[in-house]
C-alpha cells in the first residue's frame, strides 16, 4: 500500500447495530481517521446461522467495504469474527481486526474463578471459541447464549420487559454460580450494561472487548504505516440495509444513515 492509501477509510461491518459499540470506542482514540460502517440488518441475527452463511455474508460485506477503497476492516461483530476471519484473511489482501469475548482478562482477574459469558449461539459454538476456552481449564466459564437479545436490540426494544425478563433469566444463575466478572461477548450487548446492573451485584465487573478492539486497530494502522495523518475530524458514513430509525436512535441522531442495498 502506498502512503496516499493512509487517508482511505477504515471499514467496519456488523450484523446490524451492535458493532457501533466497537466504532465509537475507534472514534474516541483515531477521531481523524475516516470511517464507513455497515449494519447487515437485513440479515441479523447471524448468530443462528451457519458458518458457511456467516462466511458468505462476512465476504459480501467486505467486498462492499473494499470497493469503497477501505484500508482495513475491522469486523464489528464476534459471531462473524469467530467464525470467518481466517476465511476473511485468506481471501482479501487488507489488514483484518477481529473481535473475540474477552475471556483472558477476565479468566486472569477472577477471584472466584468462575466467569460468566453471554454470547450468540454462533460465537460459543465456534471452533475458536472453544480453542480459546480450552486454554482457561482453571477457570470455571459458565457460557449462556442469549437467546432472542439481538433480535429485541435491533428491533429498538431496548428497554422493553421482555428484554429485561430474558437478560434476568440468562444472569441470575451465573450469579448462583458466584461468577465475578461477566464477559459480554456480542458487539450488541454493550447497550445493555444499563439494565445488566439491575440485575447483577456490584462486586461483578462486566468486561467487553471495545477498548481492545481500538487499541489493536490503532497498533495495526501505526506498524503497516496507515494512520491518517490529517488534522481535521475525519469523515464518517453509515450504511444500514433496513430502516434506518434504530441505528439513528443507537448514535443518537447525531450522524446521518444511509439506506442501502448490499
Ligand atoms: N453483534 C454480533 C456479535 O457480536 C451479533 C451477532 C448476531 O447477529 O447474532 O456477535
Redesign the pocket.
Known amino acids: 500500500m502506498n502512503s496516499n492509501t493512509s487517508s482511505h477509510p477504515i471499514g467496519l461491518f456488523?450484523?446490524?447495530i451492535?458493532?457501533t459499540s466497537i466504532w465509537k470506542e475507534i472514534q474516541k482514540i483515531l477521531p481523524n481517521e475516516n470511517t464507513i460502517y455497515l449494519a447487515d440488518s437485513q440479515n441479523?441475527?447471524?448468530?443462528?446461522k451457519s458458518k458457511d452463511e456467516i462466511i458468505a455474508l462476512s465476504s459480501k460485506n467486505t467486498e462492499y467495504l473494499l470497493n469503497q477503497n477501505c484500508k482495513m476492516i475491522v469486523v464489528a461483530?464476534?459471531?462473524?469474527t469467530t467464525n470467518a476471519i481466517k476465511e476473511l484473511r485468506a481471501k482479501y489482501k487488507v489488514p483484518f481486526i477481529g473481535?473475540e469475548p474477552a475471556i483472558k482478562p477476565a479468566a486472569n482477574l477472577s477471584k472466584t474463578a468462575t466467569i460468566g459469558i453471554l454470547?450468540?449461539k454462533?460465537?460459543l459454538n465456534s471452533e475458536l471459541f472453544h480453542k480459546t476456552v480450552s486454554t482457561y481449564s482453571e477457570t470455571n466459564i459458565i457460557e449462556q447464549i442469549g437467546h432472542g437479545l439481538?433480535q429485541l436490540i435491533e428491533d429498538g426494544k431496548l428497554e422493553s420487559e421482555e428484554l429485561f425478563h430474558l437478560l434476568e433469566a440468562y444472569l441470575n444463575p451465573m450469579i448462583s454460580q458466584n461468577i465475578d466478572y461477566l464477559v459480554l461477548g456480542?458487539?450488541?450487548y454493550p447497550y445493555l450494561i444499563p439494565q445488566i446492573k439491575k440485575i447483577i451485584p456490584k462486586h461483578i465487573k462486566i468486561i467487553d472487548s471495545g477498548e481492545a478492539v481500538a487499541k489493536q486497530t490503532k497498533n495495526i494502522l501505526n506498524q503497516q504505516q496507515l494512520l491518517n495523518t490529517q488534522s481535521q475530524k475525519g469523515k464518517v458514513v453509515f450504511y444500514t440495509n433496513s430502516d434506518s430509525k434504530v441505528l439513528k436512535k443507537i448514535l443518537k441522531n447525531k450522524y446521518e444513515v444511509l439506506e442501502k442495498k448490499f
Open positions: 456488523d450484523s446490524g451492535g458493532g441479523a441475527p447471524y448468530g443462528l461483530c464476534n459471531t462473524a473481535i454470547a450468540t454462533g460465537t439481538v456480542c458487539s450488541h
